[in-house]
C-alpha cells in the first residue's frame, strides 16, 4: 500500500505536463488513475479542434473530429469508430459530473502521436498535422489556385455560394495561421487561409457573382481551384497548370518567335517564404529578386537574349510551376538565383548547383508528379531519362564554366556543387541554381543591399552567361 501511494504520488497528475497539439492543458483537466491518464473530454475536444456532443439517454461522449465520429458510451465502456464498435484498452468515465476520456487509446484511434519527456514531465500528443507547403497563383484568362500539402488529406466544401467558396483542409497547419492574398483578376477578387481550429485550415474565396468555379483535388495532397467566368471551366483529372503565364509577363513577349536564346531567372523563394534571413533584416527573398531583374536587363541589353521571369514580385510561386514554367516557354537556360546560409558567419562566396542526377530518383519523382504509368509509359520515361542525363551533363558544364569566368573578375567562389533540388528536378534543359553569396555573413549582407556589389555580381554573371553561348 505504501509503494503503491508512493509511485501514485510521483507519478500524480502534479507533477506531469501535458500538451496537445499546440496547447498546454490545466492540470485541472487531466488525472491519472492506475497509471492510465484521462483528460476531460472538452479539453480534449479543444485542443485537438474536434466539436464535442453529450446523448444524455444513451449517456454517450461524441466527438467530431474531420470527417470521422467517435463515441465512448459510458455506461457500457463501449466505444463506436466511424459505425462500428472498436476495442480499447480502457473505458471513459464521468467524475464530478465531467466525463473523462482514456489518453493513449484516444490517440490511437487517430493515429496521434503520444509522447514522453522524462525529464521535463511533459507528455506530448503530436497531432501529425501536414502543412500546407506550396500555395501557388496561375492566372492566364483564368485563375487557378493550387494548394500543396505535405501529405494526403480529406477535405471538404462547406459552403459554395454564387459570391465564395469556402473549403476545409481536416488534420493541417498553416504559418503564419492566416494568409491573405489579393488576386484581383476577372474572376478572383481575393481569398484567404485561415487556421481555423487546431486541425482545420479553412480556405475562402471571395469572387464576383459572374465567376464560375471548379475544385479539382488532383491527389490527396494536391487541390486545385479553377476560377472563369461565363463558361464552364471543368478540367480533366491531373492537368497541372498547363500554361503557367504570370500575370506580369505581356503575351506579346510570350509568344515572339526569335533567334533569341531564352533564359527563364528564377528568383528563389517569395511571398510567405521569405528564405534566409540576414541580422540586419536582409530577406534573400527580396536581394535575389534584386537580382534576378538586374541580371535580366543586363542579358537582354547585349541583344542576344530573351528574358523570362518565374516571379516578378513579392509572391509564392511553387517548385514544381517554376521549373514547369521554363518547360513551356522552351527556355535554353534555367537559372535559379538564391542566397546561402551557414551558422559560421564569415563564411563566403559564391557556389553553383546542377541537378544530382540518378535514373531512380529521377523516374520516381516524374511517375509520382506527372502520375505516370511505369509499365505504359515505359518508353516515354526512357526518353526523359535519356534527355535529363544529357541536361545535367551541360549543366555541369556551364556551372563550371560561370564559376571560373566569375573567379576571374575577383568575386568570391566557392565550388561548383551536385544538389537534388526540386526546381532543377523537373526542368527540361540545362539548369543551375546560383547560391551568389551567404546571406549568414554581416558583411555579406550589408554588401548585397549595397548598390554596387549587386550591380558587380549581375555585371560579372551576365557576361559569363554571354560568353558560355558565344563559345557553345
Ligand atoms: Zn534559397
Redesign the pocket.
Known sequence: MFTLLIFFFSLSAFSLSLRIGWQNIPKDKFVLKNNVLYVQSSALADAIGADLDWDPIYKCVIFYYGKAELKYFIRSGKVWFNNKFIQTANKAFIANGRSYIPLRDFANIFGFKLKYNPTKKLIYVELGLATLENLNILSNGKTRIIFDFERNIEYEIVEKKTQHLIVDFFGSFIDPPRIDKKVNSKSLKSFYLVQFNPSTVRAVFEFDVNTRCSVVPENGSRFIFDFGTGESTTLKQNTVAEKPIKESESKTEYKRKGRKIRVVIDP??GGVDS??VGIFGGL?KDI?LKIAKLLGNKLMATGKFEIFYTRTGDEYVNLYDRAKFANDVKADLFVSL???SYKEKTVEGMEIYYFDFSEDGYVRRIVWKENLDPEKDKDKIAIRVMKKDSYTKESEKIAKYLLSEIAKDGLKVRSVKKGEFAVLAYTEMPSILI?CDFISNPVVEVRLLNGDYVNKLTDSISKAIKSYFENN
Open positions: 528563389g523563394h528564405g534566409a534573400e535575389v538564391h542566397l546561402n547560391e
